[in-house]
Structure formats: C-alpha cells, structure tokens
C-alpha cells in the first residue's frame, strides 16, 4: 500500500432522513480493540477511492457496500483534506496504528443526501447492528473529523432548504403542513408560529392541496398536501431572472 | 513520482472578473512543442496539491505561484474525478506523454474566486504573456477538462447571484445601477428591462443611494451606490425564517 508519498483520496456520504419527528443521520459503527476492551466510535460511511474510478461511482459503491442502500441521488458538497483531519483523538490513533495508516493524508470529498424514511423499505438496509439512523441533534461525536463534515452537511441542508424545493425529498409524497413546518423547524433549528407558517405556504401555487386527509392519527385529521415540481420550475422560471 | 496506484490530487481555480463590460476568466498559457511547432493551449490556474499540505492553502499557494495574486478569498465548488478527465484530445495526450504522465489518475478540487476588476491593481499580477483574463463567453476551448469545470463554475456563480449578495464582490464599491444591471446580464446570459430592474432593485434597502454621481463618462452621469452588508443580514435574518 501506498502512503506516505502523496495524498490519498476517500468519499464520505452524510444521509440525511426524516421520520416526520426527527432529522436523522445514518451512521456507522467503528469498533475496535485495544487491550480486551471493544471501543464502539461512529463513522458517516466512507471508503477509499479506487484508481480510475469515477467520484460519484465511487460515492454510490462505498454506500451500498457499507449500508445496503442505493440508488440514492448522492451529491457533493465539499472536500476536506485538512492534513491533520484523521487524528482528532487517541481512538482515532489507536485505529490508525492498528490498520498501520498513522502516516496517511486522505483528502475526503464529501457527498450528501436525502431520504424519505416514511417510504424507505428497511430491507434495502443491511440489517446489522453497525448501521443504523441517528437522530441528528443526539449526535455529539463521531470518527476523525465527520463531526465537521456533518455541521458541513448540515448547513448546506439549510442553506439548499431556504433557496430550493429539498424538503419534499424528505416528506412523505403526500404530507401535512404540520409534517411540513415540523421539517423545517427541525432542520432550521427554530419553531415557527403555525398560523403565519400555514398561511405563508398554504398560498404557494406548487403545494397542490388534495381532497384527502390524513389517516391513523389521534388528533383530527390534517389535509394532505402534494408538491408539484411542474408548477414549482414555472414561477422560479417567471421570477426576477425576468424582470 | 508515484503514478499508477492510487489517485493524484490536484486544485484547479476559476478566477472570474468583471470588467464592466464582460465577465472574464483568468488563464494560463500551456505551451508545448512537437515537431518543431509550439502549441499555446490555455488552461486554468492549477497544479498538484502537496503531502500534509491543507486544501485551502493548496489552492491560494498555487493561484499565487501561477498568477501572482494573493488574498483572494478561494471558495470551493465540486471536485472533478472522470478517470478519462485528462485525456480529451490529441493536445492533452502529447502533453501527457511529454511530462511522463499517461497512466495517472487525477482528482482535482475546483476553487472559484470573485474579482472586482476595476479596483485590481495589475502589478499583483505577474506580468508575463502567459496570464491573462479573457471573457467567458470568449472562451471555447481549454485543455483537458477545464471547460467542464469553467461550466461548472458558471453555474455555481449563476445559483449564487440570484440567492446571494455576491454581485458586490465584482463591482466596484461604488457602482451605478446600469453597471449592476449590465453584471446580471452577463452573467445569467439575459437582457432585463431597464425599468423594472431599476425599479426592483432601487426599492431593496440594502443599496444605499449616495449623493454622488459617476464622472467622466459621455452620457448623463448616473447616481452611484453602495451595498451594505450590514442591512443586507438584517433583512435576512428577518425573513421567511422567523415566519
């Protein structure tokens, strides 16, 4: 193995997935052994890139090698390579002395993407106990610099929620307003008055409103919602571009 | 040098300056000879990132060796990493075969840059024939796939332009709403009625009217403006997220 000559190169893939309750993060389970003693770390999955292979083919592959899942739509959204990024504490030494990889610089492109949990089909997981959702908010320290590349993900979560249509990758294909508001104050981090919330998106013409209601809940049944991406490319198309 | 075996990293900046009348881009000369003739190829500002050496600072360190400049503020945008991306034609493969570099495997991180021509001072660059900013839409050939990521570029500016204050960067300070209006042409690639883009954007409280007005220019001289940061965040942080 080459190491210690130039730098190498891995993806990461942050999978962001909503529950109608919590924004969740899909994790990985590290473990590991020193002295008799089994050390359970959390990694985002993540691999080494293979000569002449392509970024997003490699994103896709490491994915589904690590968790089962594909056919999600992965995006990039930044690098790392920060040449101290992989030893951020003594476990992470620890590992690296193990897998003989202490003198490494790996410059990691990082991917993201979104899940509609409400309509993932479990089985497409591998069902094994060192992959699993996270709530986001409950994650408080992952492997080498993941935390980082996580708040990296996060933000551009925000930032993609306020200037585009992403939060009906993560909604049910047909949603409530409260399911609606409920994504935007978890990801946003803020609580927003239901009645200017209802009243600022019940007028936009891309949320086709149905004649069918919600089913299977306690309280009365909210009407369910549809987001047309048809209507929703027209009025961008007519915005300021053409003023 | 090491080839063959793992993947080579590599920065590659996308340097764009208005100049009032065009959006330009910084590019480099690539010369090369076979049989006798000398090939001048452009390419943008780029090269191999070092072992232990951080992304940003690469990508500062390489435009600053290439071009002279320095301090500008770099900003990551995609990485490249097609396995054929270096081989796009007869040019490519000559230049390849000359520096011994067929068999490799190059990612290259793409940084972008914004540039307020009008206040560039030109001796920050390195006066040499081989640098030279060149309109964009001039542009139809570069090595490799330079054009790819100069494309890529482009639509990154085209998203922030219409979600972010960026126009701000690559006008001078003070500047007359027909310059600003002539910058979103050029860089959306549209014509806007003179009217209702004034009319717009001289009713956003973040452009500050001065009681100045430009000099020597030909035709009636307009009202200069400025942009404030400041009210811009305020107006921001007002937004739809505190609905």
Not at 4 to 21: E, Y
Not at 95 to 119: F, G, K, P, V
Not at 140 to 162: P, S, T, W
Request: some cysteine; proline content about 3%; hydrophobic content about 40%.
């Amino acid at each position: 193995m080459q190491t210690g000559l130039i730098p190498n190169v891995s993806v990461d893939c942050v999978v962001f997935g909503f529950d109608l309750t919590n924004l969740n993060v899909l994790l990985i389970d590290r473990d590991f052994t020193k002295e008799g003693i089994v050390y359970h770390d959390l990694k985002l999955p993540g691999d080494l890139i293979r000569m002449y292979e392509d970024l997003d083919d490699a994103a896709g592959r490491i994915l589904h090698e690590e968790t089962g899942l594909s056919n999600l739509k992965l995006k990039q959204f930044r690098s790392f390579g920060s040449p101290n990024r992989l030893k951020r504490n003594e476990h992470d030494l620890e590992w690296l002395r193990q897998n003989d990889r202490t003198e490494e610089h790996i410059i990691t492109i990082a991917y993201y993407s979104l899940l509609n949990m409400a309509e993932l089909n479990s089985t497409k997981l591998i069902i094994n106990d060192n992959v699993k959702f996270c709530p986001v908010n409950e994650v408080i320290d992952l492997v080498m610099d993941h935390m980082e590349i996580l708040k990296g993900a996060l933000e551009h979560l925000r930032l993609e929620l306020l200037s585009q249509p992403i939060a009906f990758d993560l909604l049910p294909e047909k949603f409530t307003l409260s399911q609606m508001q409920k994504l935007y104050e978890v990801i946003l981090g803020k609580t927003f008055d239901k009645r200017n919330f209802r009243k600022k998106f019940a007028s936009m013409k891309y949320l086709i409103p149905l004649n069918e209601k919600e089913v299977g809940v306690a309280h009365s049944p909210a009407r369910l919602y549809l987001f047309s991406r048809e209507v929703y490319v027209k009025i961008m198309d007519g915005n300021m571009v053409n003023t």
